[in-house]
């Protein structure tokens, strides 16, 4: 799930957590070439990032864009190349490096979301370079799409949808891949974190660094631990905050996170009813189930949106699951339900589903490689994305049997956890149905890892990476890491807890690192 560093995240609507991942990455690292070499990947590593002024109104006028490029078969790289978009904030005191950041998703496109929350890391220009990039098949770096493909697994997750004809299931899923493939372009076989991994060492590089320090949040903690044990003896100061699982299938992952955007959603819901402008009375019982039959009467009746879309229950459930992971966003997201709910105007809750800003793209990608502009990106590329990096990544796949046969009872499970959200994380589940076999190398291989020490934050009250994930990856990874409990809520801790914020720049600027089992109080304590 993306961090939510700032209400202008670059989120679209129906954002998935699911994924398509039309072939199977590599699962072994690192890949070599028939004759038993290794590739030839000097051409890669020999470049230098030329550096620019951000092209774009929205951009501020000191944050620069460049670009760097990779291969797009690390196993063949002499078959195609992708350029990946970068975006930095320079140095402002003794430079020491760059630190690069993941602002989560899978699927953030980390430019735009740099160019909107840049100042939560501007203490950081004391010793780096502040640096953020589009993965590979994410914002300008040809990006995937899937066109309507999600509405077809929507329709899937119907309640009706397996009583009359269960067959009808499994084609709209194959329909959804078919769509993914035939908008996304070259890219999709090779997207995942398996590849933007070894993307990251290629910048790394070209950045000029010996070592990466990094900064990644809930997905991105994922990534950075990837590449901890792709790279061990090139980790530098690296940070996860909002630990993403390394082990559990995406059904259990799908669970986990109904019942934690569950209980937020709660805890809105107790906040707004004290409040006389709440659109759904002062009962919090009862305003719980306005939420529901809100949900299920977009469902069965959207409505038309400016932008020519149809805004549908699941569009609002994507929208009200971003607003959720930062309390302050909740007098905002107040406002915007009570205009849907009384006027019937969606754009407040658009503007969460957007990231408050007008979608842009929508054409497919042409697969050239090369960079796409900003207005060229696909209004679902983020949704779209997302799918597939998570099917890349995760070698489970449900069988056409069990779809037909335990729909009914998956249904069940997924809307006792949140009777909300559970429909809305079945339909990421149902997505990797028919794919190939996502890589093992993350389940298997990221365990043990002899690097420098890495940071990894959990936040007590996430509502997306639960903290026993952050107990969890540490044990995996092993003596490298150490635990910073952030006793606050939200997801992750950076941007919203002055202790993490600071302990995080500490190590990352001064090397002070705290000792495990570390704790950060609530901010109203301190």
């Known amino acids: 799930m993306l961090a939510k560093l700032s209400t202008r995240s670059a989120v679209r609507r129906c954002a998935v957590t699911g994924a398509v991942g039309l072939a199977l990455l590599v699962a072994g690292l690192p890949a070599t070439a028939s004759d038993g070499t290794e590739p030839d990947l000097s051409r890669f590593y020999r470049q230098h990032v030329t550096w620019s002024k951000c092209k774009g109104a929205d951009m501020p006028e000191d944050l620069q864009c460049g670009k760097v490029t990779v291969p797009l078969d690390y196993a063949r790289p002499r078959t195609g190349k992708l350029d990946l978009a970068l975006a930095r904030y320079r140095a402002t005191g003794k430079k020491r490096g760059s630190v690069l950041l993941n602002f989560g998703g899978p699927g953030g496109a980390g430019v735009p979301e740099l160019a909107a929350g840049g100042k939560d890391f501007m203490d950081?220009?004391?010793?780096?370079?502040v640096v953020t990039f589009d993965p590979r098949g994410v914002g300008r770096s040809s990006p995937v799409s899937c066109g309507d493909g999600s509405d077809d697994v929507s329709a899937a997750t119907d309640e009706e949808a397996d009583a009359s004809d269960p067959q009808a299931v499994l084609r709209q899923l194959k329909q959804s891949a078919a769509q993914c493939a035939k908008h996304s372009g070259p890219v999709l076989p090779y997207i995942g974190t398996v590849n933007a991994s070894r993307d990251m060492d290629v910048m790394r590089q070209a950045l000029g660094d010996k070592k990466l320090n990094y900064l990644g949040?809930?997905?991105?903690?994922?990534?950075?631990?990837v590449y901890a044990a792709q790279f061990p003896k090139k980790v530098g100061r690296l940070v996860l905050d909002g630990v993403d699982t390394l082990t559990e299938p995406m059904s259990e992952q799908g669970i986990a996170g109904a019942e934690g955007q569950q209980t937020a959603l709660d805890d809105f819901v107790d906040w707004c009813v004290k409040d006389i402008a709440c659109p759904f009375g002062q009962d919090a019982r009862d305003a719980r189930?306005?939420?529901?039959?809100?949900?299920?009467?977009?469902?069965?009746?959207?409505?038309?949106?400016?932008?020519?879309?149809?805004?549908?229950?699941?569009?609002l459930v994507g929208a009200i699951g971003q607003a959720l992971y930062s309390e302050e966003l909740w007098p905002s997201l107040e406002r915007a339900l009570a205009q849907l709910v009384e006027d019937g105007d969606t754009r407040g809750v658009m503007g969460f589903a957007t990231g408050g800003m007008a979608p842009a793209g929508r054409g497919e990608t042409d697969g050239g490689g090369g960079l796409v502009d900003a207005d060229d990106v696909p209004l679902d590329n983020l949704?779209?994305?997302?799918?597939?990096?998570?099917?890349?990544?995760?070698?489970?796949?449900?069988?056409?049997?069990?779809?037909?046969?335990?729909?009914?009872?998956?249904?069940?499970?997924?809307?006792?956890?949140s009777p909300v959200f559970g429909r809305y994380r079945l339909t990421e589940l149902l997505m990797c149905y028919g794919r190939p076999k996502g890589t093992d190398f993350i389940r298997d291989k990221v365990r043990d890892v002899?690097?420098?020490?890495m940071l990894l934050v959990g936040t007590r009250g996430d509502p997306a990476t639960p903290y026993r994930w952050t107990v969890e990856t540490a044990k995996r990874l092993g003596s490298s890491a150490v635990v910073l409990d952030n006793k606050g809520e939200g997801h992750t801790g950076y941007a919203s807890s002055k202790c993490v914020h600071g302990k995080v720049d500490d190590f990352l600027l001064y090397g002070s690192l705290p000792p495990t089992g570390s704790s950060c109080g609530p901010d109203d304590e301190e």
């Open 124 to 129: 950081l220009t004391n010793g780096y370079d």
């Open 217 to 225: 949040f809930s997905y991105g903690t994922r990534l950075g631990a």
């Open 289 to 315: 189930d306005q939420v529901v039959q809100l949900v299920h009467s977009l469902d069965e009746d959207p409505v038309p949106t400016d932008f020519g879309q149809q805004f549908t229950g699941q569009d």
């Open 383 to 417: 949704p779209a994305a997302l799918m597939a990096v998570n099917c890349a990544d995760d070698p489970d796949r449900p069988s056409a049997d069990q779809i037909t046969k335990g729909l009914g009872r998956l249904r069940a499970e997924y809307d006792e956890a």
């Open 450 to 453: 002899h690097s420098a020490k």
